[in-house]
């Protein structure tokens, strides 16, 4: 039943659509159960047609996962009893049966030996991928060369069905087209959304209560989240100095940390008008004075934040120059008791399996008790593009909507209900909070695809233990909305 939960409230929250979708009907949506009160939903896209392709090699070309804590497989060759694996290779299994074909899946070892891959190839007006799972911000560099065949000229994707995320995938349209769409196939996009950990033996020794009654009574907003993680700070061994042995409010990295304030917050540094192009809004009074907030309570008094990129390990064991192994350390950090608030990804939570101590899950606080929702950042996300190059439009799109679909029946359920739900959260009350930090994700394109241009100017500023924001946003204005502009530019003379 819990899934059935999840998946209408999922449907009843992504109701919006955006960009251009195929002109398929809201009567080609069917939902298929029986005895709803037992049977899970099924959920069937009754439009796609019945083809067979001849044993057609499928081709898709991904990134090693491993380096980032998400999934990135598009095919596994063969069931091993891990939940996600699993269902992975059931779903693959049921649409190449459908439609007689064979996936082929080739794997480059990081990000930027795929970017390459697939910029070369596709220059080379060469074959050589039916998809390709490029990073957020590299699909959006790739989209506006012209490498990227746009989703309304793939005939069977319907962006407007629930197992797309119609709140981020608003977010990453341009002239009222989107080059790629987030769809439940996506799974690693909601492994890269934020949450907070909280270490529950902590919140029992200080005396702090029912954490989860913040969230269920509106209650849970930054300012809150500063004041425990103020009482929580403590100079263990009485040295005089804070390092890593201490006990902290807050364990995250500062990429992972300071965007999701305003992020969470409803707080968007690059925004579209109403003619669906990119406008800088990151110059407003409400973002500069949060992130004064954010200054002024991490770095006006007691040490209350540590962050692995900046601070000095010295207890923990890592190696040098390591980011994933640094990154770690904060996980270190929390299964020692040493951090009540861990700030990290939906995907790394599967990371502390073994921990000890039983720990919580929260989505990130509200700005204040007036807003309506709590927000959850989409830090990034690997997301399949088709290339210009690409044979045959009508087949693609048609795997990729399949493929859609029975990741909503069954990697979602999978990876959502057995892996999350029942093998890594702790209690019930995380299970909920799940459920909303699903429901209400969204991205700042802002803190992703302009991450370099926007989101470093607030975040160099923090880690310089600075606050003139303001000033530094207009020093950057000029350069900011000229590469805006530019793709503006771009976007407009696409077909």
């Given at each position: 039943?819990?899934?059935?939960?999840?998946?209408?409230?999922?449907?009843?929250?992504?109701?919006?659509?955006?960009?251009?979708?195929?002109?398929?009907?809201?009567?080609?949506?069917?939902?298929?159960?029986?005895?709803?009160?037992?049977?899970?939903?099924?959920?069937?896209?009754?439009?796609?047609?019945?083809?067979?392709?001849?044993?057609?090699?499928?081709?898709?070309?991904?990134?090693?996962?491993?380096?980032?804590?998400?999934?990135?497989?598009?095919?596994?060759?063969?069931?091993?009893?891990?939940?996600?694996?699993?269902?992975?290779?059931?779903?693959?299994?049921?649409?190449?049966?459908?439609?007689?074909?064979?996936?082929?899946?080739?794997?480059?070892?990081?990000?930027?030996?795929?970017?390459?891959?697939?910029?070369?190839?596709?220059?080379?007006?060469?074959?050589?991928?039916?998809?390709?799972?490029?990073?957020?911000?590299?699909?959006?560099?790739?989209?506006?060369?012209?490498?990227?065949v746009p989703v309304h000229k793939l005939p069977y994707l319907d962006i407007s069905q629930p197992w797309y995320s119609h709140d981020v995938n608003s977010e990453i349209s341009i002239n009222n087209k989107l080059y790629f769409a987030y769809s439940d196939e996506c799974l690693n996009m909601f492994e890269n959304t934020l949450c907070v950990l909280f270490n529950k033996k902590l919140v029992d020794d200080?005396?702090?209560?029912?954490?989860?009654?913040?969230?269920?009574?509106?209650?849970?907003?930054?300012?809150?989240?500063?004041?425990?993680?103020?009482?929580?700070?403590?100079?263990?061994?009485?040295?005089?100095?804070?390092?890593?042995?201490?006990?902290?409010?807050?364990?995250?990295?500062?990429?992972?940390?300071?965007?999701?304030?305003?992020?969470?917050?409803?707080?968007?540094?690059?925004?579209?008008?109403?003619?669906?192009?990119?406008?800088?809004?990151?110059?407003?009074?409400?973002?500069?004075?949060?992130?004064?907030?954010?200054?002024?309570?991490?770095?006006?008094?007691?040490?209350?934040?540590?962050?692995?990129?900046?601070?000095?390990?010295?207890?923990?064991?890592?190696?040098?120059?390591?980011?994933?192994?640094?990154?770690?350390?904060?996980?270190?950090?929390?299964?020692?008791?040493?951090?009540?608030?861990?700030?990290?990804?939906?995907?790394?939570?599967?990371?502390?399996?073994?921990?000890?101590?039983?720990?919580?899950?929260?989505?990130?606080?509200?700005?204040?008790?007036?807003?309506?929702?709590?927000?959850?950042?989409?830090?990034?996300?690997?997301?399949?593009?088709?290339?210009?190059?690409?044979?045959?439009?009508?087949?693609?799109?048609?795997?990729?909507?399949?493929?859609?679909?029975?990741?909503?029946?069954?990697?979602?359920?999978?990876?959502?209900?057995?892996?999350?739900?029942?093998?890594?959260?702790?209690?019930?009350?995380?299970?909920?909070?799940?459920?909303?930090?699903?429901?209400?994700?969204?991205?700042?394109?802002?803190?992703?695809?302009?991450?370099?241009?926007?989101?470093?100017?607030?975040?160099?500023?923090?880690?310089?233990?600075?606050?003139?924001?303001?000033?530094?946003?207009?020093?950057?204005?000029?350069?900011?909305?000229?590469?805006?502009?530019?793709?503006?530019?771009?976007?407009?003379?696409?077909?």
């Amino acid at each position: 039943m819990k899934i059935i939960c999840l998946m209408l409230i999922s449907a009843m929250v992504f109701i919006i659509g955006c960009g251009e979708s195929s002109n398929v009907s809201e009567t080609d949506f069917v939902k298929e159960t029986s005895e709803p009160e037992t049977t899970e939903l099924k959920y069937t896209a009754a439009y796609l047609p019945d083809k067979t392709y001849g044993g057609y090699e499928f081709r898709i070309t991904v990134a090693d996962g491993n380096l980032w804590d998400c999934t990135t497989a598009a095919h596994v060759d063969e069931e091993t009893g891990d939940t996600v694996n699993d269902a992975i290779y059931q779903r693959n299994l049921q649409v190449a049966e459908r439609y007689n074909i064979k996936f082929v899946q080739n794997l480059t070892p990081d990000l930027e030996t795929l970017r390459v891959t697939f910029n070369k190839s596709t220059q080379a007006d060469s074959d050589d991928f039916d998809l390709c799972m490029l990073i957020s911000r590299h699909a959006w560099a790739a989209a506006l060369n012209g490498s990227v065949v746009p989703v309304h000229k793939l005939p069977y994707l319907d962006i407007s069905q629930p197992w797309y995320s119609h709140d981020v995938n608003s977010e990453i349209s341009i002239n009222n087209k989107l080059y790629f769409a987030y769809s439940d196939e996506c799974l690693n996009m909601f492994e890269n959304t934020l949450c907070v950990l909280f270490n529950k033996k902590l919140v029992d020794d200080l005396a702090f209560g029912d954490i989860y009654s913040l969230v269920n009574e509106n209650k849970w907003i930054i300012d809150k989240f500063f004041d425990l993680a103020k009482a929580t700070s403590a100079d263990l061994n009485g040295d005089g100095e804070m390092t890593d042995s201490d006990r902290y409010g807050i364990l995250s990295q500062f990429d992972m940390l300071y965007p999701c304030f305003w992020v969470s917050s409803g707080i968007k540094t690059v925004s579209k008008d109403t003619d669906d192009l990119l406008v800088f809004t990151g110059d407003n009074e409400k973002l500069f004075n949060l992130l004064d907030k954010i200054y002024r309570n991490i770095y006006d008094g007691e040490k209350i934040y540590f962050d692995t990129f900046k601070d000095k390990i010295t207890s923990f064991s890592y190696q040098a120059g390591d980011q994933t192994q640094q990154r770690r350390v904060s996980a270190s950090q929390f299964e020692s008791n040493l951090g009540l608030f861990y700030v990290i990804g939906v995907g790394q939570i599967p990371k502390l399996r073994a921990m000890e101590t039983d720990f919580g899950i929260l989505p990130f606080p509200k700005y204040d008790e007036s807003q309506a929702k709590y927000y959850s950042r989409v830090i990034d996300g690997w997301i399949n593009c088709v290339p210009v190059t690409a044979p045959d439009l009508e087949r693609t799109s048609i795997i990729m909507e399949a493929l859609a679909v029975e990741s909503r029946n069954i990697t979602i359920p999978a990876y959502f209900e057995t892996a999350l739900r029942t093998k890594y959260a702790r209690d019930n009350e995380s299970q909920e909070m799940l459920d909303i930090i699903y429901a209400y994700k969204t991205m700042d394109i802002g803190d992703t695809f302009y991450y370099e241009q926007v989101r470093l100017i607030y975040t160099d500023l923090l880690v310089a233990k600075r606050n003139n924001f303001a000033s530094a946003v207009e020093s950057n204005f000029n350069s900011i909305n000229n590469e805006l502009n530019k793709a503006n530019e771009t976007a407009l003379a696409l077909e």
